[in-house]
């Protein structure tokens, strides 16, 4: 089936406000780093890009080694000494291209995870700024527009219901006041359904919103998107690209042995290129 086993209602219709109706385009974005103390391994960033306009279930996976330890990745935009572009983001906007009809993206949603808050002005400032570079050296006169979030799982808030009920707050519960921070734009959603233990939501920062999205409007679209991660019939705790980010570079990271790198100064070498019935395919399902 290719990963494509399920589709949402919202996509059928469809009708997911502000993506339904403009061509968009849907990346999560991921660094996976090998062991604690292990400067010998790369570190292996993935990207998965949306494909098939309207529809926000369908991906494709690209990824590549950096130094061991970067959390930013600097592969998105890659030129090379006869002037074309090897990076990520180049290619999934081709694929992208080819499996719309044609049509290219006015809207990037980007969904970033494994970042602290002290390098939110990174990914801003070094990805975002090589997404656009990628875009340019495709000849695109007019950029889209951008909306970037951040996903963060490592923090100690968790949800519980009024008054002092044990039980975990329903799937799909939202928290954008109170507790959030007085300055930015972020807000707490426990899309999952805790079956075992405390439910812990996923923190979402919203960087940048240049499509415009209302609170409701961007929350549902989250939502939505906790929904089509292939492995599971439920929703998960956070938005399936990113999860499908971290398994691509998980097992990419079966093709590079310890071995193979030394303690040098040597770079490391690129991973092998996937075959295209492999490539076009979620494999990392």
């Not at 290619?91 to 995870?113: A, C, H």
């Not at 999952?192 to 240049?210: C, F, M, Q, W």
């Amino acid at each position: 089936l290719g990963g494509k086993n399920s589709l949402l209602a919202v996509e059928q219709v469809p009708r997911i406000p502000l993506i339904s109706e403009t061509p968009t385009m849907i990346l999560g974005m991921d660094v996976s780093h090998g062991a604690p103390g292990r400067s010998d391994v790369p570190s292996i960033a993935a990207v998965v890009g949306s494909r098939c306009w309207p529809l926000i279930s369908r991906y494709r996976a690209c990824v590549r080694t950096q130094s061991a330890k970067e959390e930013m990745i600097d592969s998105l935009y890659k030129p090379l000494p006869n002037g074309e572009d090897d990076g990520i983001i180049r290619e999934l906007l081709l694929d992208f291209y080819e499996t719309s009809n044609g049509r290219k993206p006015s809207q990037i949603v980007i969904f970033r995870d494994g970042v602290a808050d002290s390098q939110f002005n990174q990914v801003l400032n070094i990805e975002l700024e090589q997404i656009i570079k990628a875009l340019n050296h495709l000849g695109e006169t007019e950029l889209p527009k951008f909306t970037l979030v951040v996903a963060q799982k490592s923090h100690h808030t968790k949800l519980f219901k009024d008054g002092g009920s044990p039980e975990n707050v329903p799937a799909g519960t939202v928290v954008d006041t109170e507790i959030v921070h007085p300055r930015y734009y972020d807000f707490y959603m426990c899309a999952h359904n805790g079956a075992i233990g405390t439910s812990r939501p996923a923190h979402y920062n919203v960087l940048l919103d240049e499509i415009g999205f209302s609170p409701d409007d961007l929350q549902k679209l989250v939502h939505s998107l906790s929904y089509v991660y292939k492995r599971s019939t439920k929703a998960v705790s956070i938005v399936a690209r990113i999860c499908y980010a971290h398994h691509a570079a998980s097992q990419m990271a079966q093709f590079i042995k310890s071995g193979d790198f030394s303690a040098s100064n040597s770079p490391f070498r690129g991973l092998p290129r996937l075959h295209p019935n492999v490539r076009n395919s979620m494999f990392f399902c």
